[in-house]
């Protein structure tokens, strides 16, 4: 069986683990999956439209060090594969964009940015200011929870959490004045962005920048914009857990996709399943990065005024037509109160969201638990 001959996509979280380390445990995960959940029918029908479509599938393991899934109904395999071919390079150039661990011939990336904070404006591509601007937005919409110029903060937790996992004996936690000390250096209206010089600057030399809360979900938005223009109508693919779907499957039914159990031991892999036509669902968790210390658990997702993670939650789902704001809104929401977060979502059009606390228990707004599949209501 292949993986994507699956009914349902599966969402992931977010990682920075070693790749070799990636790969071990989402095939891992995606193997038990295939054997929970149904397979879909090798081809169908749709309506108002003669040519046969058959289902495909394809899986990258070298984008944003994660898993990336893509499937889609095409009129043969070598159509589809062509399609892919082309939206996984599309991606990896966003990947490489964004990277702010690695170098790469002849790009400056995100970590050019960071290597040259304090020292000089930086020469970059439109698509990297597109993401800045963008994140800026997500700043103001989430009053701040969401926040990429907290890499200072970031770097220091993992840090510790890397040390921790690697020696549980001796895991610790970050001194609160190191932690506050980086947090005089993550001003995101001091990132200068010349638009028409098309440079980024980082005046502050110990600012840094850190899109994990929204780099993901923003480049598989405009990949699926990118697909779209080109008139793929029958996809859905998965970028580490970002899920975006265009149109239907091939029969005209919404795609489903499966929000990860929070509970890793459960029989049960997928928590709920969702019908998305058009849509992206993204989920933050605490569950999958996070090391203990003292017997708390202690995860990735770090709040931008306290400094620490927040337990409220386990995981907090986003339903909405755009991946970025999916992804920011995410990890804004599982920082946030419950009341707030509701609140902040309800007063969005078009979104959606789920919460699932540490007793597995879950809430819904309206319109996502109308999406959840008949079975699961």
């Known amino acids: 069986m292949e993986l994507l001959q699956l009914q349902e996509l599966c969402i992931f979280h977010r990682t920075r683990k070693d790749i070799t380390m990636q790969i071990r ?14 397979v879909f029918g090798g081809c169908s029908r749709p309506a108002q439209e003669d040519a046969v479509l058959n289902r495909y599938s394809r899986t990258s393991f070298d984008l944003f060090d994660t898993v990336t899934v893509i499937t889609g109904f ?47 404006p930086v020469a970059v591509d439109a698509r990297i200011i597109d993401m800045l601007e963008y994140s800026r937005e997500m700043y103001t919409l ?9 890499g200072s903060v970031l770097s220091i937790w993992h840090t510790y959490r890397e040390a921790g996992i690697e020696d549980p004996e001796h895991a610790s936690l970050p001194d609160r004045a190191e932690l506050e000390a980086a947090a005089q250096h993550m001003d995101i209206d001091s990132v200068v962005i010349d638009r028409d010089g098309g440079t980024v600057y980082l005046p502050d030399p110990q600012m840094q920048l850190d899109v994990g809360s ?3 979900g923003y480049a598989t938005e ?15 693919f998965s970028v580490g857990g970002n899920v975006r779907t265009i149109g239907t499957k091939g029969d005209g039914t919404p795609w489903t996709a499966g929000i990860q159990n929070p509970d890793l031991e459960a029989q049960d892999a997928t928590f709920c399943r969702v019908a998305l036509t058009d849509l992206s669902l993204v989920t933050s968790g605490s569950y999958q990065r996070y090391y203990m210390v003292d017997g708390v658990r202690y995860h990735h997702i770090i709040h931008p005024q306290t400094l620490q993670p927040e337990n409220s939650f386990v995981s907090v789902s986003i339903l909405c037509s755009h991946a970025g704001m999916a992804d920011a809104l995410s990890t804004a ?9 509701r609140a902040l979502i309800e007063s969005l059009d078009g979104v959606e969201a789920a919460w699932i606390d540490e007793s597995g228990e879950a809430c819904y707004t309206e319109g996502f638990a109308q999406l959840l599949i008949e079975d699961e209501r």
């Not at 445990?25 to 149904?38: E, N």
């Not at 989430?142 to 907290?150: K, L, P, R, S, V």
């Not at 405009?222 to 859905?236: Q, S, V, Y």
């Not at 929401?333 to 977060?341: E, I, R």
Request: hydrophobic fraction near 45%; proline fraction near 2%; glycine fraction near 6%.
């Open 25 to 38: 445990k989402y095939m891992a995960q995606l193997a038990a999956l295939i054997l929970l959940l149904p």
């Open 74 to 120: 095409d009129t043969s395999e070598q159509a589809f594969e062509t399609k892919a071919d082309w939206l996984l390079q599309l991606l990896e150039e966003y990947h490489q964009l964004y990277d702010i661990y690695h170098d790469y011939d002849g790009i400056n990336n995100l970590k050019t940015v960071n290597d040259h904070a304090g020292l000089e």
């Open 142 to 150: 989430t009053q701040g929870m969401t926040n990429i110029a907290m």
């Open 214 to 216: 929204i780099a993901k």
């Open 222 to 236: 405009m990949a699926a914009a990118a697909a779209r223009e080109m008139g793929w109508d029958h996809l859905a």
């Open 333 to 341: 929401v599982f920082n946030m109160p419950y009341d707030q977060g």
